[in-house]
């Protein structure tokens, strides 16, 4: 058998809305894989993201006054191009270019003519994010253009890689613009499989018979699928995070993905030995004396700590089950412990909530609870809250003698919400088991970064990550530290029921089962870590170097 060798490039430039900018998902994806990219490309790595911090600190990015001068001196400022040069303030310090986009919006018309004209792109129905976006990748293009023209030449082997519809403008322009760069396309979710599952519409039954551009238009998102569409169809190579995101592609937008980019993780900020053991007993007693000041009980450490967390997509991250699945807990024969479940999903939030204050300062043990004892920061929004109103229609109440009790905690987790004031990854350690029972899920980086946390998780094979787990050899469900659940459009109530009974099963556990448990879901994040995951991509340039070959000398 012959094994071809694989091309590698010589320099990479990367752009995503998340580069420095701390948003969803794919700020996780790029700023864990740099690390592994960096020790073998070094400063030949580059990163493009949108300046917005304009006039504020951002404090993922240090700017450099040395980096590449005389590039910034002789052609960026003589191009009108507003860069700021630096290094990504994440393990690895990779090189940062942000860009300033805004004096762009002048020549937009011209912008979106050119990109009909060589690509069928269709930015008549542009709204919202669309115009925002498109003109920080035509900047990006501009920039990584001005780069390659003063410092490369025709010999270094060039890989541009797009994240989302959102940098899809970068990769046409570039191809025209400087057609010796390689373009390499990733789609993390497609926008109408994510408007379709968003908008309570049978994704998977159904997935075979939706027609993405009849989609767009029903759904309003014309623009948006038509830039994703057509740069997934030009570019060198079209990749996306998932064997189920994969499916969607070939249904939506009518183009398999070249190769699947699974997304990985780096365990570097995961404490060990003491330290790990020491934070888990802190966050266990913080969440403990948050749960028994606001609902006036005495909750111990014997408690099963359960939590979901991630953005606020009630259907698609499944909050919806979850919380069905605990009513339904409520009255489990088999439950023998106390259950204190966490919503911790950021929400519309106010202020966090003074009663609550006042009672955690103080040393007093409360034995009656607070109003609304369900939440720790007040919204803007109380009446209409989803998660609030779903409490109330199942009739949860966190009495005193009921066996679940459920706190939403609607804020991001930065150490400062003036209630937890500890941050997301010193909390998460402390639960015994987390549940992400999405419907919609093109990976799932909440129950990797559980298990890696030494927590065992309930996801479902409508997850990315899921899916994966599912195809590792040696699983055992929960036992093995991943339970993962059969989703589809309709079996909501199966979904609720298969939580419970997990929670229950699980709860039984003795100590060393438990123990053994947690090793499990090491075992699989370790499984999961970029050094396993990196060799897709390498796959990825060298499709993508090849193909542009083939295009030039066409």
């Not at 003519?113 to 008549?124: G, I, K, M």
């Not at 997850?463 to 994966?468: E, K, M, N, S, V």
Request: proline residues 3%; aromatic residues 12%.
């Amino acid at each position: 058998m012959i094994i071809k060798e694989l091309i590698t490039p010589d320099y990479i430039f990367e752009a995503s809305w998340e580069v420095c900018n701390k948003v969803g998902g794919i700020y996780t994806v790029l700023s864990t894989r740099a690390k592994t990219l960096q020790t073998t490309f070094r400063d030949r790595l580059f990163f493009i993201g949108p300046d917005i911090w304009q006039g504020k600190e951002n404090p993922s990015f240090i700017e450099s006054d040395h980096l590449f001068a005389d590039w910034k001196q002789h052609a960026l400022e003589k191009s009108r191009l507003s860069v700021r040069i630096g290094h990504w303030n994440i393990p690895g310090s990779p090189i940062v270019f942000l860009v300033d986009f805004r004096s762009f919006y002048e020549l937009k018309n011209k912008i979106y003519t050119l990109a009909w004209e060589h690509f069928q792109v269709d930015s008549l129905h542009a709204y919202g994010d669309y115009d925002e976006a498109s003109m920080f990748a035509y900047a990006a293009g501009k920039v990584v253009k001005s780069f390659y023209l003063y410092n490369l030449s025709r010999n270094d082997k060039v890989i541009f890689q797009a994240n989302e519809w959102m940098t899809g403008l970068t990769a046409l322009y570039l191809q025209v613009n400087v057609p010796e760069i390689a373009s390499i396309f990733t789609t993390h979710a497609t926008s109408i499989g994510r408007s379709i599952a968003g908008n309570n519409k049978p994704l998977y039954d159904y997935l075979f018979a939706y027609n993405g551009d009849q989609m767009a238009v029903e759904l309003n998102m014309q623009s948006k699928h038509s830039i994703e569409k057509q740069t997934a169809h030009y570019v060198d190579c079209f990749t996306t995070v998932s064997e189920i995101t994969n499916t969607e592609c070939k249904e939506l937008l009518d183009k398999e993905a070249d190769v699947v980019l699974m997304n990985g993780f780096e365990d570097d900020f995961v404490p060990k030995g003491a330290t790990f053991t020491g934070k888990r007993k802190r966050a266990r007693a913080a969440l403990l004396n948050v749960a028994n000041n606001l609902l006036g009980t005495d909750l111990d450490n014997d408690t099963l700590i359960i939590g979901t967390s991630g953005r606020y997509e009630y259907k698609n991250k499944g909050i919806d089950v979850f919380l069905e699945s605990l009513s339904r807990l409520e009255h489990d024969k088999n439950l023998k412990k106390n259950v204190l479940a966490f919503i911790n999903v950021p929400a519309w939030v106010s202020e966090a909530r003074e009663d609550l204050k006042t009672r955690l300062k103080s040393k007093e043990k409360f034995t009656t609870p607070l109003d609304v004892p369900f939440i720790t920061h007040w919204l803007h929004n109380m009446n209409e809250d989803r998660v609030l109103s779903m409490l109330k229609h199942l009739g949860m109440t966190n009495s005193a003698n009921s066996k679940v009790k459920v706190i939403f905690v609607p804020c991001y987790l930065d150490g400062k919400d003036g209630i937890m004031n500890k941050e997301y990854y010193d909390l998460i350690l402390g639960q015994d088991l987390s549940v992400y029972p999405s419907y919609y899920e093109p990976w799932g980086y909440t129950p990797l970064e559980s298990v890696a946390f030494r927590v065992p998780t309930i996801t479902t094979d409508l997850a990315g990550f899921g899916l994966w787990v599912k195809s590792l050899h040696n699983q055992h469900g929960i036992n093995s530290g991943v339970e993962v659940l059969h989703r589809s459009d309709h079996n909501y109530s199966e979904v609720a029921d298969a939580i419970k009974e997990t929670i229950s099963f699980f709860s039984l556990k003795t100590e060393t089962e438990v123990k053994e448990i947690r090793k499990g879901a090491v075992a699989i994040a370790e499984q999961a870590l970029w050094k396993h995951f990196i060799q897709y991509y390498y796959e990825a340039y060298d499709i993508a170097l090849r193909n542009a070959e083939k295009r030039q000398s066409n």
